[in-house]
């Protein structure tokens, strides 16, 4: 365990201004064993990181902002596109040094539904995660459209929920290496990239341009992201614009050519083969495979 963690796990912060600003969750779909919430924190530089503790399993897809959690299972930093890992049970911390607030889809699983889908998945029906979160490339990208969908108020079936764990815990079959934990320089200056990015992904945005606001020279920057994100900022930001897509597509009548535009995209083949090969269909068959409000039966929903 990571030295500290657990001390005080189960204090809660006092400072009524801090209370305001802590996640707030809204609960967005429920069913036997598992259920699925948004997380929005307000929180940023200025507030002390507190301690807090996963009461179950913990997958949440970081949709917007990014973060650096703390757990037993180590120190990652999230960001758009990622997942953060939680064992049940486990002390954890996440602390916006370098920007404020973020915003996740967090899906919970009990310990029964869990050991059983792990036993089949990953092999065992004690695993736990050895990582405290998983890049945005590790993941299929229809399970994080999924999630996004999910936020903007379409229903999310039981089915869909154990997908995506199944493709979490897939991950874990293959020896691949963790993501290491970035120096606290370089936290800060991919930190701003990030924010940077975010900002302005639906145009185009160079190495260099982006190598400037991190204060790097362009292949220390590259290095540094690609090592720190499991990913790459070209990567990173075509799989932004692809997710807004994907989200639009699946919650909009728009026509595809305008969703393309409106992601950055100067031209519909471009757009039409790079979401064929992240989501491995074209955007219209895509948007034709998901269920609509009204078609879903399989869950329960509430909302706070």
């Known amino acids: 365990m990571l030295s500290g963690l657990g001390e005080y796990c189960y204090r809660q912060p006092m400072q009524q201004e801090l209370e305001v600003r802590r996640p707030q969750a809204r609960r967005i779909a429920a069913g036997e064993g598992w259920q699925v919430s948004e997380f929005v924190c307000h929180l940023g530089p200025d507030d002390k990181p507190f301690e807090e503790q ?50 996740c889809i967090a899906f919970h699983f009990d310990n029964e539904l869990f050991c059983e889908i792990a036993a089949s998945s990953a092999g065992s029906h004690r695993f736990r995660f050895p990582a405290s979160m998983l890049p945005a490339t590790s993941v299929p990208a229809p399970v994080i459209a999924e999630a996004e969908a999910a936020a903007a108020g379409r229903a999310m079936v039981e089915e869909r ?59 220390h920057f590259l290095r540094t ?60 068959v895509f948007r034709s495979q998901r269920p609509r409000r009204s078609s879903v039966r399989a869950s329960t929903f509430a909302s706070s």
């Not at 949709?63 to 990652?76: K, V």
């Not at 190598?211 to 790097?216: D, Q, T």
């Open 225 to 284: 992201f690609r090592r720190a994100l499991g990913t790459t900022p070209y990567r990173l930001v075509q799989d932004m614009r692809l997710r807004r897509a994907a989200l639009a597509l699946a919650t909009t009548d728009e026509p595809v050519a305008a969703i393309a535009f409106a992601a950055g995209f100067g031209d519909l083949s471009t757009f039409n083969a790079r979401f064929r090969t992240l989501f491995g269909n074209t955007p219209s």
């Open 54 to 103: 996963h009461e179950e399993v913990s997958i949440a897809a970081v949709l917007a902002g990014s973060f650096h959690y703390r757990s037993p299972a180590g120190r990652a930093l999230l960001y758009p596109g990622a997942f953060l890992l939680g064992n049940a049970g486990a002390c954890f911390t996440c602390g916006h040094e370098h920007a404020r607030g973020d915003r």
């Open 161 to 219: 929920v154990i997908a995506l764990l199944e493709a979490v815990l897939a991950r874990f079959s293959t020896a691949a290496p963790p993501i290491p934990d970035p120096k606290p320089i370089d936290r800060r200056r991919i930190g701003a990239t990030l924010r940077y990015i975010e900002q302005n992904f639906d145009r185009s945005l160079s190495l260099a341009e982006l190598a400037s606001i991190a204060g790097m020279s362009r292949y």
